[in-house]
């Protein structure tokens, strides 16, 4: 990473005011500017917000913040990503052409510096759990012990780090169930969230049609369970997130009323085929899926 700041002249038009606002002086500025940048981050605003998340002068926050920025743009090419970890927009001009928001070597750039940042003991451990947290939007096996090392290690807030990474993670449904159970309040948010994202819904589902309409439990956790229906739908979700629209809680009411319409969304997906011709071939070859060189859980 580069030790001094680039010029702005080098930054695309399009990112280059979001650059300046990163280098404003005025919080405020930089606060708006890392809520607004996760949507325009190409390699070069990639390597900005890298080399702003190890400037000393930052706050520990704000810090974190612009690795967390990068988490989108990591899960779309990760979305894309190919068995030997490569990503490439399809060619431009060709009917199926988008452009993923970082090149190959950014994508890369990206993994090492978080992987440098997230192993740098000398860097506020706030900017290090958020490296972590922003590397597994693309997972690699490194980050499995990262996660591991840091639900073992006892320290609370590396503990919430490691079970929002397990939410991205397989084989670690076991500590999800753990921290769901638990007394820690955080801990049980940030589990309630990686059940939403995992396997490990399925087995909470009960658990979590429970919580939604309980309304003598906290609210955040309400939420947090709502929003989780509305991502693993369990067929039971239906009727209770109609019911919940009329919730006391204005919030609650309009989560479960996004839960539902994203529940219908992929109801009528399924009932339609997603619009595909039923005679479509999809020539899908048995040999790969069973290929024990092809992906892996993890690339999923």
Not at 88 to 104: H, I, M, N, Q, Y
Not at 153 to 165: I, K, M, N, Q
Not at 231 to 252: G, R, T, Y
């Amino acid at each position: 990473m580069p030790e001094h700041a680039p010029p702005l002249e080098s930054f695309e038009e399009a990112t280059r005011e979001f650059v300046s606002a990163l280098r404003s002086v005025d919080p405020r500025v930089r606060e708006h500017a890392l809520e607004e940048v996760p949507a325009v981050v190409d390699d070069a605003l990639a390597r900005e917000l890298l080399r702003f998340a190890r400037d000393s002068e930052r706050g520990d926050e704000e810090r974190g913040e612009a690795l967390i920025a990068l988490g989108p743009a990591l899960s779309e090419c990760h979305d894309e990503e190919a068995a030997d970890g490569t990503v490439e927009s399809p060619a431009p001009g060709t009917e199926d052409w988008w452009e993923l928001p970082l090149s190959a070597a950014g994508y890369r750039e990206v993994h090492d510096e978080l992987r440098r940042i997230y192993h740098d003991a000398a860097l506020p451990k706030l900017v290090r759990r958020r490296a972590l947290e922003a590397a597994v939007r693309a997972p690699r096996d490194w980050h499995r012990e990262a996660a591991a090392t840091a639900w073992r290690s006892g320290d609370p807030e590396w503990r919430v780090t490691a079970v929002f990474a397990m939410g991205h993670l397989q084989g670690f449904q076991d500590e999800v169930i753990e921290a769901f159970r638990g007394e820690d309040p955080a801990l049980r948010g940030e589990a309630i969230r990686a059940a939403g994202r995992s396997a490990t819904g399925e087995v909470l589902a009960e658990d979590l049609l429970a919580l939604a309409a309980d309304r003598a439990a906290r609210r955040e956790h309400r939420l947090a369970a709502v929003e989780a229906l509305g991502e693993l739908q369990p067929e039971e979700a239906s009727e209770l997130l109609v019911e919940l629209q009329d919730d006391p809680d204005p919030e609650i009411a309009a989560t479960a009323r996004e839960a539902a319409e994203e529940v219908d969304l992929w109801s009528s997906l399924e009932e339609e085929g997603f619009g595909l011709p039923d005679d479509l071939d999809l020539d899908l070859d048995l040999a790969d899926i069973d290929d024990p060189d092809g992906p892996g859980e993890d690339d999923w």
